[in-house]
């Protein structure tokens, strides 16, 4: 069982950047594989960006925009040059690998909220 606690969302203005992060805790965290996911008003929850020990991957639009790191404990996303279409609920993920994350997490954070103002 893996536990995941995002934080970091908060009300950011255009072209402003934002860090937000998960904590991880229960299973070994360093062989998870760890990602996040978006979800507009409105809209389909959308992969954002995964990683493993050794690779990451983004979604093709944010790629440049938004950047996936971890250490040992925790896995972060700093989000840079921040859009109105940028807001959404982001949550964490966690899964064996990240083709795992890519098409059906294990476990899923609760989401914290990021609001761009244009």
């Known amino acids: 069982q893996v536990q995941l606690v995002e934080s970091g969302g908060r009300l950011v203005q255009a072209g402003g950047s934002l860090r937000l992060s998960c904590a991880a805790s229960?299973?070994?965290?360093?062989?998870?594989?760890m990602g996040w996911f978006r979800q507009a008003p409105g809209k389909e929850r959308e992969f954002v960006a995964a990683?493993?020990?050794?690779r990451a991957v983004y979604a093709d639009s944010l790629k440049g925009r938004f950047t996936i790191s971890r250490d040992s404990a925790k896995v972060y996303l700093q989000m840079n040059s921040l859009k109105p279409e940028d807001t959404a609920v982001y949550y964490c993920?966690?899964?064996?690998?990240?083709?795992?994350?890519?098409?059906?997490?294990?476990?899923w954070g609760q989401g914290t909220q990021v609001t761009v103002s244009s």
């Open positions: 229960g299973r070994t965290f360093s062989s998870t594989a």
């Open positions: 993920a966690a899964g064996s690998s990240i083709p795992t994350i890519q098409a059906k997490p294990n476990y």
């Open positions: 990683i493993s020990s050794w």
